[in-house]
């Protein structure tokens, strides 16, 4: 029991029944998001950032990312700006992201929200796309919504690294 109680990083029954409250209400949690219509009316959206939670140990550090990919093993660098909650990822997956993240620093979970991809915001990313306008607004809002999955900072490694949840 207390190798379980370890691995979740809660030390009793208490902090079990606190930190699945905390995950049923965060899954059930009403979800916000920004949008902007293009200049041919179509519908692009991004979902807002939480809210942070506690002393954000990421600003002003570079963490390390290992992984794998279906191209096989890959390592890049989020780089954290010193203010303002910004982020950058050079080479993920050969696309350069520049955005706005939040951070829980109870779980050590990071959530990204990219602001530009490659240097395109979202209305330019979208009017660089080809097909039809219901395809180019599903690869970009795709594209832009796809790094709002979470990653899971790792404080224990050196170099502290950062992973999929």
Known sequence: MNAWYARLNVTNVA??????????EME????????????????????KLPANKGTDQLKGNTYVFTGENFEGPVTFDFVFAASGNTFSVVGFGGTDYDGKYAYDANEKIVYLRP???????????YAAEAGTPIQRAGITNYEFNFTMQSFRYDPTTTPKKIGWL
């Not at 920004?34 to 959206?45: A, W």
């Open 15 to 24: 902090g079990l029944k606190a930190k699945f409250t905390s995950e049923i």
């Open 28 to 47: 059930f949690a009403p979800i916000t998001y920004d949008y902007s219509i293009t200049t041919d009316s179509t519908f692009l959206v991004m979902e």
């Open 115 to 125: 602001e530009k991809i490659d240097g395109k915001t979202i209305q330019q990313y």
